[in-house]
Nanobody
Framework: QVQLVESGGGLVQAGGSLRLSCAAS????????MGWYRQAPGQSRELVAA????????NFANSVKGRATISRDIASNTLYLQMNSLKPEDTGVYYC?????????????WGQGTQVTVSS
């Protein structure tokens, strides 16, 4: 089991920035990947950004390319999402995700979510 604790969400004006943090209870270098997903009201959960722990390869949703940066701090077992030039459509609950694929199956773990609200 992996516990994930997110922080950094809140209310921000359009054009502003936020830095979300996700602290993991386990050494993150043992994970295959970590990522951020978000879910807007009435919408499905969607990938925002992901990063592989070993190689640091990243993947971003088209809607946030150029505005988001995902990074990880191995020493502190923490995942970050820096988002700039925020738009109202970025509003949603942001979830930290851990993916582990080691024994022939894929396991996903999720944080509790942190609310991001971007006002016009």
């Amino acid at each position: 089991q992996v516990q994930l604790v997110e922080s950094g969400g809140g209310l921000v004006q359009a054009g502003g920035s936020l830095r979300l943090s996700c602290a993991a209870s386990r050494r993150i270098f043992s994970f295959n990947s970590m990522g951020w997903y978000r879910q807007a009201p009435g919408q499905s959960r969607e990938l925002v950004a992901a990063i592989t722990l070993g190689g640091g390869d990243t993947n971003f949703a088209n809607s946030v390319k150029g505005r988001a940066t995902i990074s990880r701090d191995i020493a502190s077992n923490t995942l970050y999402l820096q988002m700039n030039s925020l738009k109202p459509e970025d509003t949603g609950v942001y979830y930290c995700n851990v993916r582990i694929a080691n024994t022939g199956r894929t396991y996903d773990y999720w944080g509790q979510g942190t609310q991001v609200t971007v006002s016009s």
